[in-house]
């Protein structure tokens, strides 16, 4: 089971990701689970550029590190 949630805006196209604060998953691997289910699901094309570590954090509410570390995945 997952405890991750993805749901789309219907009006920006853009995926609301949402990261399960009390999850044993750390925030990153979250992330990392949330962007390869979005590719999956066509959200994202081949070639198309995944959301920037700033716009990451911004959605999340993330240190910037935290999500930095999306990087070394």
Known sequence: SSTITST???FSGLNLLTVDENSKVPKYLQIVE?????IDNGIFGI???VPSINETSAEFYLARDTVEKLTKC
């Open 34 to 38: 949330i962007i390869k289910s979005d």
């Open 47 to 49: 070639g198309e550029q």
């Open 8 to 10: 789309v805006d219907r």
